[in-house]
């Protein structure tokens, strides 16, 4: 029903920026929430960011002021701009939604920040 496409992960210095782009397709007009979750192999995934129709964002501590997200009006993308990376953000970065139906997610984009 609703589809998810992230890119934009790299490899970057610590210190450096990076944003990443989700693009939802199919029955966009379903989706209530969106926004991002990061998993390091062999740990649980963490929630990141997150942004309501409303337009009110949330963000998770370890990011917050470090971390902005976005999206256009029609909740079609959904921006992460990423400042200030650490080496511990390494990961790969999931994009979700949320519907009446159920939480939907993309195939991940991997995010490596060296020291």
């Known amino acids: 029903q609703v589809q998810l496409l992230e890119s934009g992960g790299g490899l970057v210095q610590a210190g450096g920026s990076l944003k990443l782009s989700c693009t939802a397709s199919?029955?966009?007009?379903?989706?209530?929430?969106i926004g991002w979750y990061r998993q390091v192999p062999g740990k649980q995934r963490e929630w990141v960011a997150s942004?309501?129709?409303?337009?009110?964002?949330n963000y998770a501590g370890s990011v917050e002021g470090r971390f902005t997200i976005s999206r256009d009006g029609a909740k079609n993308t959904v921006f992460l701009q990423m400042s200030s990376l650490k080496p511990e953000d390494t990961a790969v970065f999931y994009c979700?939604?949320?519907?009446?139906?159920?939480?939907?997610w993309g195939q991940g984009t991997q995010v490596t920040v060296s020291s």
């Open positions: 942004v309501t129709n409303s337009g009110t964002t």
């Open positions: 979700y939604v949320r519907t009446p139906l159920s939480y939907v």
């Open positions: 199919g029955s966009t007009n379903s989706i209530s929430v």
